[in-house]
């Protein structure tokens, strides 16, 4: 039962019927994870090339092909590599112009579930590198940052209310000993909280644990220079999608198409909810907002 519910694509019907996948068209999913998106447009007859910089998953996820061969596999391309390098990988692989470019930037719920690497609250590894290339892990930054720089972050990228308190907290803690594990790390944002008398309505570290990973990743950066990269290979009419989670993603994304529109190199832009049945259904597409732009 769990491997069913390790990957539920959001807006799965919506992304579908904006790029309308069919034989002969060519989509990139920047986000592929384990094909979630990707496996239905395969399965419509068009050719995929799927993006992603975690090489667990790409593991996985070919080991899976190899276990499912009556999939619709045969016209994927997987290449292990961050959206930012979606226009390099594209010319190099011979894949452009495409016809619509997907980036779903939410974690699966692999990650939460078994990557046990301080994505979720209980998890003993205290790492959230999406990459194992990356310089700098979150036990760093946590153990290692001055009060300054915690707070700032805490802010900056997920507009935590009570950042003070929580660098403070984290700073006078590590006096003591190192913070070693998520676990630890959401207990002590969960005290600060308690102390405060704030009762949130979700998990008190989810803004710490958003912010920190947001850091690691680079995943801000990343974004711009990814989508810089999908527009520049879209034929004329391609379809450019985004869903986001956060505030901070979407605040980018909607900037970036706002000035790409500016520029006549997009054209109107659509925003999309899941709809209440897909909400019921799987929790974790409430923040979803997908929002949609056609090159010029």
């Given at each position: 039962m769990e491997k069913k519910r390790e990957?539920?694509?959001?807006?799965?019907?919506?992304v579908i019927q904006i790029l309308d996948p069919k034989p002969g068209r060519k989509f990139i999913d920047a986000t592929f994870g384990f094909g979630g998106h990707a496996r239905e447009m395969l399965r419509q007859g068009a050719q995929v090339l799927g993006l992603d910089w975690d090489p667990e998953v790409i593991k996985l996820t070919k080991e899976r092909l190899v276990a499912c061969p009556s999939a619709p596999w045969s016209n994927?391309?997987?290449?292990?590599?961050?959206?930012?390098?979606?226009?390099?990988?594209?010319?190099?692989?011979?894949?452009?112009?495409?016809?619509?470019?997907?980036?779903?930037?939410?974690?699966?719920?692999w990650h939460y579930k078994k990557a046990q690497r301080g994505f979720s609250f209980q998890d003993q590894r205290l790492d959230m590198r999406l990459s194992p290339q990356l310089p700098v892990t979150a036990l760093e930054?946590?153990?290692?940052?001055?009060?300054?720089?915690?707070?700032?972050?805490?802010?900056?990228?997920?507009?935590?209310?009570?950042?003070?308190?929580?660098?403070q907290a984290l700073v006078r803690a590590r006096r003591l000993k190192p913070i070693k594990s998520a676990t630890e790390l959401s207990q002590l944002v969960a005290?600060?909280?308690?102390?405060?008398?704030?009762?949130?309505?979700?998990?008190?570290?989810?803004?710490?644990?958003?912010?920190?990973?947001?850091?690691?990743?680079?995943?801000?950066?990343?974004?711009?220079t990814g989508l810089e990269g999908a527009v520049n290979i879209l034929v004329s009419?391609?379809?450019?999608?985004?869903?986001?989670?956060?505030?901070?993603?979407?605040r980018l994304v909607k900037q970036f198409l706002r000035e790409k529109r500016q520029q006549d190199q997009l054209g109107d832009l659509k925003l999309i909810f899941p709809s209440r049945e897909e909400i019921s259904q799987n929790p974790l597409a409430r923040s979803a907002q997908l929002r949609v732009a056609i090159r010029r």
């Amino acid at each position: 039962m769990e491997k069913k519910r390790e990957h539920v694509p959001v807006l799965l019907k919506e992304v579908i019927q904006i790029l309308d996948p069919k034989p002969g068209r060519k989509f990139i999913d920047a986000t592929f994870g384990f094909g979630g998106h990707a496996r239905e447009m395969l399965r419509q007859g068009a050719q995929v090339l799927g993006l992603d910089w975690d090489p667990e998953v790409i593991k996985l996820t070919k080991e899976r092909l190899v276990a499912c061969p009556s999939a619709p596999w045969s016209n994927l391309t997987l290449v292990e590599a961050n959206f930012a390098q979606i226009e390099e990988v594209a010319r190099e692989s011979n894949f452009y112009p495409v016809d619509g470019v997907l980036f779903d930037l939410g974690l699966s719920r692999w990650h939460y579930k078994k990557a046990q690497r301080g994505f979720s609250f209980q998890d003993q590894r205290l790492d959230m590198r999406l990459s194992p290339q990356l310089p700098v892990t979150a036990l760093e930054i946590v153990n290692r940052w001055d009060y300054d720089q915690l707070n700032q972050i805490f802010i900056k990228l997920a507009q935590e209310k009570l950042a003070g308190p929580i660098a403070q907290a984290l700073v006078r803690a590590r006096r003591l000993k190192p913070i070693k594990s998520a676990t630890e790390l959401s207990q002590l944002v969960a005290q600060v909280y308690q102390r405060q008398g704030v009762k949130p309505k979700h998990h008190p570290a989810t803004k710490v644990f958003l912010a920190l990973r947001t850091v690691v990743n680079q995943e801000l950066a990343n974004l711009k220079t990814g989508l810089e990269g999908a527009v520049n290979i879209l034929v004329s009419g391609g379809k450019l999608l985004v869903i986001t989670f956060n505030s901070n993603e979407d605040r980018l994304v909607k900037q970036f198409l706002r000035e790409k529109r500016q520029q006549d190199q997009l054209g109107d832009l659509k925003l999309i909810f899941p709809s209440r049945e897909e909400i019921s259904q799987n929790p974790l597409a409430r923040s979803a907002q997908l929002r949609v732009a056609i090159r010029r």
